[in-house]
């Protein structure tokens, strides 16, 4: 039974394994999601709010009832001697006799519990403690915000290199097409060498447009992985196409969306950082006030000549004592206005941020909705402009064969044909950033 149980588990483990391992192929929105789990600015981020939460634990239980317990062991390597009239035994007055006091070896074991009564600090301290929560968890928000945009960057510019190297490889199989027929028709006197010449240097661009390209590839498949947390050489694979993405990018009730500048991430942060400087001053000002603290401790004694602390009848003395402490601040030469007032000048600084961090987001949004606006604008003028250029090309290729055109005009309409293709693909792009773009600075997270 034994053996067979191990003989299974041998089988299994292999797919154990597997099914631990990311996947290879994403969706943008697959992509995204993984990146919110797996990348490491998330993690980390992730780990700031644990942090904080620790944070305001010990933050209320330094007000709870503490408990500290010491042991102290004394060895005299040489005892301090007294004197003391030696009349007091019956001496000589006017001498001085000399006595040693206590033993040479002693130990104390003491327990003190602890209890804070009053302490404005402390108070502050928990508002302060809640607050730093409040502003790690907005800080994560933020990260998850700037994690997801940049996942759409990464992915497009992947999508983009794919598409490019698609396009060029096209491209560049009409072009050796052509320049073996206009080689064909030189080498048999019915044409010029500049005909040949001029498909060549065209040739020549494109081949290397295409291996910078391929370059660009790998380069953002690495970019991708390192954003979605992955090892830079990991397989990923893309599930969606530019294209298509574009399509689903493209959403004018975003352009609508209400804008309430107060649920935006930014601002919160920046209100965050006000209600910090406001809780400064609170703390500034409590120091002024009296601290009251208690305390009840108890413990034992023990002493003697030789190490003996171990034995059954070594003698032990108990003692207890109960108190409390009242710590009145009364005089500071100033030290703790002069706190005070720095801290009200820091608040309202803060404040005055806030007011231009509200003014910012406002002209943020609107910036990114003109971007956005333009980038779909600009898209429609691209496809426009590739039809017309695909055109142009077409005429031009069956005027240059049929003998009626040159071949620099083919030339320049290739060229022009390459660069439409080019703007088409970064034009889709940019339709896919500005909406990431524009989502971000409303806060909005949609799939």
Known sequence: MRNTFYFLLLILSPLLTFSQEPPTTFSLQEAIDFALKNNRRAINSQRD???????KWETTASGLPQLNAAVDYQNFLKQQVQVIPAEFFGGTPGEFAEVIFGTKQNMNATATLSQQIFDGSYLVGLQSAKVFLEISQNANTKTELEVRKAVINAYGNVLLAEETIQILER???????????????????????????????TLSGVESSLKNTR??????????????????????SLSDNLERLTQEHISLSLMEAEVNVQNTIDY???????????????????KALPTLTSFINGGYSAYTDDFSFANKDQKWFGSSLFGVSLNIPIFSSGMRSASTQRAQINLEKAKTELLEKEQNIQFEIAAAKSDYQFAIEDYDNKKQNLKLAERIEAKNQTKFFEGISSSFDLRQAQTQLYTAQQELLQAMLDVINAKAELETALNVLTN
């Open 268 to 286: 919160q942060i920046a209100e965050n950082d006000k209600v910090s400087k406001e809780l400064l001053v609170k703390l500034e000002k409590s």
């Open 171 to 201: 491209n560049l199989k009409v072009l050796e097409k052509n320049l073996n027929e206009t080689t064909k028709i030189f080498e048999n006197g019915l044409g010029e060498e500049e005909n040949v010449e001029q498909l060549q240097i």
């Open 215 to 236: 370059r660009m590839k790998t380069l953002a498949y690495q970019m991708l992985n390192m954003t979605l947390g992955l090892d830079i050489h990991w397989p990923t």
């Open 49 to 55: 709010i644990e942090a904080a939460k620790a944070q």
